[in-house]
């Protein structure tokens, strides 16, 4: 597994990241400068609506978003994405140099133009970000450096949001603000100069300019691959909860708790971290893989959390304009701050492996497309979240009952899409299997083809065995298996959602065995990864049994190569059959027992016989099985 601090010594990845996180910080502190500046020094301004401007200006930084992602997305296919993103970057010194001299000269229109320009900026730059990564790094890589990716943003977020309201704040507030987004602009494009070439993805495409038929066009894209589309809506509908609760923070810190401007720092400071925290901890609690496990369990938490905020915000504020240190003197008020780090905890893990997914199963020709179809998504979820939001305070909900609403929302979601794509809800139960059940280890998972057809074969020492496999691969795989196995309760639903292929012998079912092995020609001929086990059958004594004659009739077909691997540490587990029926004796060996899969380097078809299969596999499970 890789660590993804490592790659901050890549000069493939670090002139990227602080690129990106460059962009992100001066973003927000040009943003949240000219925002406090409009709110609290609305005098400098003659004829200035403080309260119209302040709630207009974030509109203005995202509808370049809806105007010239499409075109965006098309210029980072078509173009190499470092040479972009420092041509994005010079643009970036020219707008800041406008902000300076509207901050200088007490000009609003200039400083609003700049906001736009900025937003523009950022639409630009925003496929490039993540259609980058997949070029430069491995499989094993993706989720790491997506997780460095969206702990910088939101840390970037957090920090310029903080610099830029301190800035405005200082004597000389206005040279040491136009300075300062100027000195940042220009570190970015610095930073932008050690990014390495990046080959285009699709030089000869010629750039539709019309936003509109080319938006549709983006989408469609990103429809054309049901599980990319769905991650796609996954993650705008994670925007548009976390749009809903940040941008109610201001009225919760100052009219639901009491609280100063402070408190609001603090609640954004606290969510922010949690994102960041969250983001980082994919790689660990997936292996370094593309986990989409994670998306239920991170979608379940973001369920109970912003419900319990509902429970957690006190009915009358406790305190009257107080600080930090007012507010720590309440017991009641942690359990918010604990509710609030764990929601933005939940979104880290639930919005990086959707964009790892993306970027991984979407096709190489159109990646920057479709994030461009991403972005303009989020933009609309983000809109719709405040007009809903609007709407639902109108009626009479509380900032509370507004997250509650939310909060449950967030349920039918979830249950919307999984019930559309159920391999999300699949991996989640495998992966609640390896990581609560057992301790899990695999070695030489890279040996699974990254891509066409191959045949997966292993031992077979529980009823579990495929789902362990499953854990550890970076594909998903069509096993054969057993009719009875195959019609478990409960694991039923995980074998029929992979596609699994039952097979029966010819003693008991001709017609079933038959069937399996066009089921099998035809998912290799597709493509697909195809999981045997070639005994036939689970071991009653922990052994070897001889391997069946259906590797060859498989390979006969589709001579395809053949991946060796075996399990260790399953037999004697609950779902063994050491001592008596599998599944009859709860508890037989604790939890957390330590099990391991080994893979081999693949076999050529034309070297596998069903002893050469047994013998290699054998000499993998060692003694122990």
């Known amino acids: ?28 502190v ?35 978003f809806f105007l010239f992602s499409a075109t965006g997305g098309q210029i980072a296919d078509k ?38 320009l900025m937003g523009l900026h950022s639409t630009f730059f925003g496929p490039v970000k993540y259609s980058y990564l997949p070029q430069h790094l491995a499989p094993q890589e993706l989720v790491g450096g997506n997780g460095m990716v969206g702990m910088g943003t939101f840390v970037a977020i957090l920090l310029g949001q903080v610099l830029g309201a301190g800035l405005i704040a200082l004597d000389d507030s206005n040279l040491l603000a ?14 932008s100069r050690g990014i390495p070439a990046s080959p285009p993805a699709e030089p000869a495409l010629k750039v539709n300019f019309n936003p509109l038929s080319e938006t549709w066009r983006n989408i469609g894209f990103a429809r054309s691959n049901r599980a990319v589309w769905l991650s796609v809506l996954g993650i705008s509908w994670f925007w548009f909860y976390g749009a809903t609760v940040l941008a109610q923070f201001p009225n919760l810190a100052k009219s639901a708790l009491g609280g100063s401007e402070g408190v609001f720092m603090l609640l954004l400071t606290i969510f922010s971290v949690g994102v960041g925290v969250g983001s980082l901890l994919c790689e660990r609690l997936s292996r370094g893989r593309v986990e989409i496990g994670l998306v239920p369990l991170a979608a379940i938490g973001l369920t109970l959390f912003g419900a319990d905020m509902y429970f957690s915000i006190p009915e009358a504020p406790l305190m009257q304009a107080g600080g930090i240190a ?32 993306i970027q991984t199963r979407c096709d190489k020709r159109y990646t920057s497309r479709v994030i461009a179809a991403v972005n303009i998504m ?47 809800l699949m991996r989640f139960i ?79 079912d001709p017609d079933t065995l038959h069937r399996a092995y066009d089921d099998i020609a035809a998912a290799l001929a597709d493509g697909d990864l195809v999981g045997i086990f070639p005994e036939g059958r689970i071991t009653d004594n922990g052994e070897l049994t001889a391997f069946k004659g259906g590797i060859n009739k498989i390979l006969q077909r589709n001579p395809v190569p053949v991946v060796p691997m075996a399990l260790r540490g399953l037999w004697g587990s609950f779902f063994s059959r050491k001592d008596g029926p599998a599944m009859s004796k709860p508890f037989r060996r604790g939890f957390f027992n330590r099990i391991e899969l080994i893979v081999d380097v693949p076999m050529a078809p034309d070297s596998v016989s069903p002893a050469s299969l047994q013998s290699r596999i054998q000499t993998l499970r060692g003694e122990v099985a």
């Open 178 to 191: 136009a300075v300062g987004v100027l000195v940042l602009a220009i570190a970015g494009w610095w930073a």
């Open 79 to 116: 173009y190499d994405k470092g040479s972009v993103a420092r041509v994005v970057k010079l643009c970036e010194i020219a707008i800041m140099l406008l902000a300076g001299w509207g901050f200088l000269a007490h000009s609003l229109w200039q400083l609003v133009l700049a906001l736009l």
């Open 326 to 357: 007012d507010y720590l003197r309440h017991a009641t008020h942690w359990r918010l701050l604990f509710d609030i780090a764990a929601l933005g905890l939940c979104g880290g893990l639930y919005i990086v492996p959707l964009y790892a997914l």
């Open 1 to 28: 597994m890789s660590n993804q601090f490592q790659l901050m010594r890549e000069k493939r990845f670090l002139p990227f990241f602080l690129t990106q996180f460059l962009g992100a910080f001066n973003d927000n």
């Open 430 to 508: 495998v992966w609640i299997l390896v990581h609560t059940v057992y301790r899990f280890r695999a070695q030489g998972v890279a040996n699974i083809p990254d891509e066409g057809a191959a045949v997966i074969a292993c031992n077979h020492v529980s009823f579990v065995d495929a789902l362990v496999i499953l854990a550890a691969s970076p594909r998903p795989i069509r096993f054969v298996m057993d009719h009875r196995i195959f019609r478990t309760p409960i694991l039923n639903f995980v074998f029929s959602e992979n596609r699994a292929i039952p097979i029966a012998s010819a003693k008991e």
């Open 30 to 64: 040009f943003k949240t400068a000219l925002i406090t500046l409009v709110a609290f020094r609305s005098a400098e301004f003659a004829g200035l609506d403080s309260a119209q401007l302040t709630t207009l200006l974030p509109g203005l930084f995202i509808l370049p």
């Open 378 to 424: 989020n933009a609309g979820f983000m809109v719709v979240s405040a007009g809903v939001s609007v709407l639902l305070l109108g009626m009479g909900l509380s900032i509370a009952e507004l997250f509650l609403a939310v909060a449950l929302f967030n349920a039918v979601v979830a249950i919307y899409i999984y019930t559309l794509l159920p391999e999300f």
